[in-house]
């Protein structure tokens, strides 16, 4: 399937990858957890569900409040907005239909591509957000 990965530090890509459970862990280095962001969307945020805990996984990007209810393609106002939460390690982003997970579309692609583009730097503070 094809999806956009997001890697700490990176720019994000366009990849393919198995539609199947080991492809998605192997993706994001561990067991896998599934975040639905975006309300006009069917698009899904797949991250190591462990990220926080370990100590290899480096912080990669913010997920804002404004990312549940706006669509992907807006201006962004990063001071303005409130951060939900961060993703540590790797992530892709796939289409999810309800049933099961399947590659995105063009359009979900540039989207995706536009909103995860700015490389986020996170300081030494950033420990203090790792869950204990």
Do not use: W
């Not at 106002?77 to 390690?89: A, P, R, S, T, V």
């Not at 979900?108 to 536009?114: G, R, T």
């Amino acid at each position: 399937m094809k999806v956009v990965v997001v890697s700490p530090g990176k720019k994000p890509t366009v990849e393919e990858i198995d539609n199947n459970l080991e492809s998605m862990q192997q993706a994001v280095g561990g067991y896998i957890e599934v975040l639905h962001l975006f309300s006009d969307e069917r698009i899904c945020l797949v991250c190591n569900e462990e990220g926080k805990f370990l100590s290899e996984m480096k912080p990669n990007r913010a997920i804002f409040e404004e990312d549940r209810f706006k669509d992907m393609n807006r201006k962004r106002n990063i001071q303005k907005e409130k951060i939900l939460d961060i993703i540590f390690g790797p992530f892709f982003l796939c289409s999810d239909d309800g049933d099961e997970f399947g590659s995105l579309f063009n359009g979900q692609i540039a989207k995706a591509l536009k909103r995860f583009e700015s490389v986020e730097i996170f300081g030494a503070s950033m420990n203090k957000y790792r869950k204990r």
